[in-house]
């Protein structure tokens, strides 16, 4: 019977990887994720936001923070797009300028978080012995530990939280997140042939870890990179609505914050909670989006729509 | 590994036993494959059919057919399954319940995950005693013991989870367990694949021994066409979707006709006289999803050459058809009708 | 049993590093947390508590003593459930705030959970079983969609819709204003009456999470051959369902039970804000905004060793559910 296996044996199809178009001065991994409906559903929401940044100062006026007294507590109008707040500030100012910032230190926290991850994961998977032992002991204790109390001692504990030490904080308490996945991605592949090769060659083991494992793990390292982003985004606000975040600038979370302490919304006013936790979502919702574009695109089985059947007769 | 002679039921006597089985003209389709197109089969009570060819080509969808048990995308898009003389297409969900295991009863391909790992061996007799018939659970679990016993395990074993078993007991297991309702039929598909040589051995004579002694039908299925030499009556050749071969075991082995079967039956060593060259079938099996026009082996047939235009065209344009070259032996080859 | 001894080793080295860094944290802190502390409290009060400058020093460092002292006189203390006074909630101890907001919290975080867990499995499990049907068209886009949005942003809209504008649930606090607290039939219906909306809430955040995941597992699942098995011998549709795929693909969820945990636990400080609900969040918010380290430093430890036991009695579960672990 052994004979006859290897006319028998199962066919197997290469994964089918769209070939990128060729567009202008475009590079190749953004017109990918352009063309998966999910991704480019969550590259225009991001792009709307990050537009709205950058165009920040010109759309608002100058003192987000400014009383009014004249004109505290109104619902939106086309004086004050987003209403006013208790002391009469502009709503749609400080949710714009609040942007901004938000962005930033969660993009920040994010790079710090996600390189944080990256190096560790790696390094614990390709030195395997106590380095792994230790690192992923690390990763499970900080699972272990609930993220948000830990944040809100911490920050019980800054008299200043200014935002670079939020960007720390955040980076370094948010790392446990991804590292166990990036280290079971390493994992794999430390036993390919490539790696070996260049073991037997006789690189240096930086220079597997940075120029052989690394980039072959870039779009699970992009994934990571995203929900970290997202997450310091919702953890950021949250402190902020608690009022235990950067207090020195505007941002969408202290908006929250003054409209909690208010009690604005037992009194009926919608519009002071509304427009940032709508900004937050959106940011939010378009990071998911293009999430599980990534995800589809480094994974083409999770891909539903429009994938050929292939033929699965024999089972 | 050895063939040892076939079991030789007489032609006639095949003949005249009722027809259990009947499949006519069956077409299931994944979405726009169609990975059965038009074949026709029949069971008779107490008999052994094989059915052979490589992964893909059809088989398992017509045992799931059969079983009705197919998921979707998976569908019927023609034909009908006679069970005796009754179509099971377009029957209540509820009568085809009953159906299952009553009727028809089938071995999955591999034992190691045809038993549900977090329940007992035990329970899972109960379970199905009781979706067919009212049997207090006591009851049910003794006669779980009595069917263990019939294949050679030790009856405590019902309170066993499968990850306690061994590859070969799940595997008498299941075989336990389909025998459980007296079915007329048994499905065994792939039963011995995944099991080592001695086990497969041992498998296959209980599996022979059982038939004998309780007289249920087989259809046995498998890519390796020596294993139905031993234990099969009849043997159906699939390739593609299509049966191109149907004849007694005997007959197929020492008188294949279609140039497919000859490639199988010349891809193992003969039992006797010198090993010539295995000669086996170049090329692999055709997409389904765009089957080649004429007859579906023609790209990979030896005997499929443009020199003989006449017969080329007919290859490569019109699909053959299963006709009588013998008594009960059927071919779908144009070269095969054309030397008639 | 090698499991078994394996998992409680784990646990009790996490709970030895959740102590530690309990320890660690304040010292690590600019300025002098202890010293702040002490601010808080008059002359008198602090004369009429003797020892608790010690205690402090203890537990936030900043003494004379050396970190070794400090830490042998800190898990000393634990160990008598003495983390010193909240300054917040002067003369009450920490422990005695944690006693009386902590019952609060392990309600509705428990129901809530339990809920989400019950309900997002039982709909991914039947999203996967019939793909493309109303539950898997409509209600997993749902759920999911939901789980996309903040807690307290939920919370907010939830209190300003369904409590305010339509008057359907109460919207602050955890019971009527003029009860007691106590085992009385008035104040348990009120209870629960008060924690229905936060219940909602904090599940509309979590339940996303198990659906997607139910259903991803029970997708691979479904073509499993033990299922057709099942469908093949004739077995019910709705068992071959539960007690087949279904009760084989909550496993892997299941594991993923204690991080699930840790994030509501996370949800429930803020819904318990914006509910001014009388628990351990709202608790931990106040106390760190209001400088109150020791009682923030005893909340940690609180909610670190609710989230340790989480993860304790799921790996329980998961023994008593898969003979397969029983056995290794």
Redesign the interface.
């Known amino acids: 019977?052994s004979?006859?296996?290897?006319?028998?044996?199962?066919?197997v199809t290469p994964l089918s990887v769209p070939a990128p178009r060729k567009h202008h001065r475009i590079p190749g991994w953004l017109s990918l994720l352009f063309e998966n409906p999910k991704s480019r559903f969550g590259l225009v929401l991001i792009g709307f936001m990050i537009l709205v940044a950058v165009i920040a100062p010109w759309i608002s006026v100058n003192n987000p923070t400014d009383f009014n007294i004249l004109a505290t507590r109104q619902a939106p109008s086309w004086n004050h797009l987003f209403g006013t707040t208790d002391q009469g500030s502009d709503i749609f100012s400080q949710v714009v300028l609040g942007t901004r910032r938000s962005l930033i230190l969660g993009a920040s926290a994010a790079l710090l978080a996600t390189t944080l991850a990256a190096t560790l994961g790696i390094l614990a998977a390709y030195s395997g012995g106590i380095i792994d032992e230790i690192v992923n002991?690390l990763t499970?204790?900080f699972?272990?530990?609930?993220?948000?109390?830990?944040l809100?001692?911490?920050?019980?504990?800054?008299?200043a939280r200014g935002m670079t030490t939020m960007i720390l904080v955040l980076g370094l308490t948010l790392w446990a997140f991804e590292a166990r996945i990036l280290r079971g991605q390493a994992l794999s592949l430390k036993s390919r042939d490539f790696v070996h090769a260049s073991k037997v060659a006789g690189e240096s083991t930086r220079r597997i870890v940075f120029g052989e494992i690394m980039p072959n793990m870039i779009s699970r390292i992009a994934a990571a990179f995203v929900l970290v982003f997202y997450i310091a985004l919702?953890v950021d606000?949250?402190l902020e609505?608690?009022?235990?975040g950067d207090t020195t600038h505007v941002s969408w979370g202290m908006v929250?914050y003054w409209?909690?302490t208010n009690s604005t919304?037992?009194q009926?006013e919608?519009w002071p909670?509304?427009f940032p936790?709508l900004a937050?979502?959106t940011t939010?919702?378009g990071l998911?989006f293009l999430l599980a574009g990534i995800d589809e695109l480094s994974n083409p089985r999770l891909r539903t729509m429009k994938t050929?059947?292939?033929?699965?007769?024999?089972? | 590994?050895t063939v040892v002679e076939p079991t030789v039921i007489p032609g006639a006597q095949t003949e005249a036993r009722e027809t259990l089985v009947e499949v006519r003209d069956l077409r299931v389709a994944?979405?726009?494959?169609v990975?059965?197109d038009g074949v026709n089969l029949s069971i008779a009570a107490g008999e052994i059919l094989g059915l052979a060819g490589?992964?893909?080509?059809?088989?398992?969808?017509i045992a799931n057919t059969v079983m009705q048990v197919l998921r979707p995308?998976?569908e019927i898009v023609g034909g009908s399954i006679l069970f005796r003389g009754d179509d099971l297409v377009g029957r209540k969900p509820e009568e085809l319940r009953k159906y299952r295991w009553r009727n028809v009863s089938m071995v999955f391909q591999s034992a190691m995950n045809a038993l549900n790992p977090v329940m007992r061996v035990g329970d899972q007799f109960v379970d199905m005693m009781r979706a067919h018939e009212h049997i207090s659970k006591d009851d049910a679990l003794a006669r779980a013991g009595e069917l263990l016993d019939l294949v050679g395990i030790d009856r405590r074993r019902t309170r066993a989870y499968a990850h306690e078993l061994s590859g070969g007991m799940r595997q008498r297991v299941i075989i336990a367990m389909a025998l459980a309702l007296n079915p007329e039929l048994v499905i065994m598909d792939e039963p011995t694949t995944a099991l080592d040589v001695v086990v497969q051995r041992e498998i296959l004579q209980q599996i022979k021994d059982l038939q004998e002694q309780l007289g249920f039908a087989v259809l046995f299925i498998t890519?390796?066409?020596?294993?139905l030499f031993e234990v099969a009556h009849r043997i159906a050749i699939m390739y593609a979707?299509e049966v191109v071969e149907e004849a007694p075991a005997a007959e197929l082995r020492n008188a294949p006709r279609h140039p497919y079967t000859s490639g199988?039956v010349s891809?193992?060593?003969p039992l006797r006289g010198p090993i010539e060259r295995?000669t086996?079938?170049p090329g692999?099996?055709p997409?389904?999803?765009s089957p080649p026009a004429g007859c579906r082996f023609h790209p990979r047939c030896p005997n499929c050459v443009p020199e003989e235009s006449e017969l080329h065209r007919l290859q490569t344009t019109v699909r053959p058809v299963l006709r009588n070259v013998g008594p009960s032996h059927r071919v779908a080859c144009h070269l095969v009708e054309q030397q008639r | 049993m090698r499991w078994f001894a394996r998992r409680c080793l784990?646990y009790v080295?996490?709970i030895w590093?959740?102590l530690t860094?309990n320890f660690l944290?304040?010292r690590l802190?600019?300025?002098d947390?202890a010293g702040g502390v002490l601010a808080r409290l008059s002359p008198s009060q602090i004369q009429a508590n003797p020892g608790i400058i010690q205690t402090y020093r203890a537990l936030l460092g900043g003494g004379n003593k050396s970190v070794w002292q400090d830490y042998i006189a800190y898990l000393h203390r634990l160990t008598h459930f003495n983390l010193g006074i909240s300054t917040s909630n002067y003369p009450a101890p920490v422990s005695e705030v944690i006693g009386r907001t902590l019952p609060y919290s392990i309600a509705l975080v428990g129901v809530a959970v339990l809920l989400a867990f019950i309900i997002g499995t039982g709909i991914g499990m039947i999203a996967a079983w019939k793909r493309g049907g109303t539950v898997d068209t409509v209600f997993v886009p749902a759920l999911m969609g939901l789980g996309?949005?903040?807690a307290?942003?939920t919370a907010?809209?939830c209190?300003?819709f369904f409590g305010?504008k339509l008057g359907w649930f109460p919207?602050?606090h955890a019971y009527a204003s003029g009860l007691v607290p106590g085992f009385n039939w008035a104040f348990v219906a009120s209870a629960l009456r008060h924690g229905e909306l936060p219940v909602l809430v904090i599940m509309a955040a979590f339940t996303g999470g198990w659906v997607l995941n139910m259903r991803t597992v029970m997708i691979n699942t479904i073509s499993e051959d033990y299922v057709a098995m099942a469908q093949a011998k004739g077995l019910k549709d709705r068992r071959v369902m539960t007690r087949y795929a279904g009760r084989n693909a909550i496993l892997p969820p299941l594991n993923g039970f204690?991080?699930q945990f840790?994030?509501a636990?996370?949800?429930l400080?803020?819904v318990e804000?914006?509910f001014s609900y009388p628990g351990a969040g709202l608790t931990?918010?106040q106390?760190?905004?209001g400088?109150d380290?020791p009682l923030?430093?005893g909340?940690?430890l609180v909610?670190?060793f609710?989230?340790?036991v989480a993860?304790f009695a799921m790996d329980m579960l998961n023994f008593l559910l898969d003979p397969r672990v029983r056995a290794s």
Not at chain 1, 152 to 159: K, P, R
């Open positions: 019977m004979q006859l296996q290897p006319l028998l044996e199962p066919e002991f499970n204790v699972l272990v530990i609930p993220t948000i109390p830990l809100i001692v911490i920050s019980g504990y800054l008299n919702l606000a949250g609505f608690l009022g235990l929250l409209a909690q919304v037992l009926g919608w909670f509304l936790g937050l979502v939010v919702v998911v050929k059947k292939r033929k699965k007769a024999s089972r | 590994m994944y979405g726009d494959v990975a059965v490589e992964s893909g080509c059809g088989k398992t969808t995308p998976a890519h390796d066409l020596s294993l979707g199988l891809s193992f060593p295995m086996g079938i692999s099996p997409d389904l999803a | 784990f080295f996490a590093v959740a860094l944290l304040p802190m600019p300025g947390p996309a949005f903040p307290f942003f907010l809209l209190v300003y305010l919207i602050q204690a991080a840790a994030g636990v996370g949800g400080v803020f804000y914006v931990l918010q106390a760190a905004l400088n380290y923030t430093q909340l940690l909610f670190a609710a989230v340790i993860n």
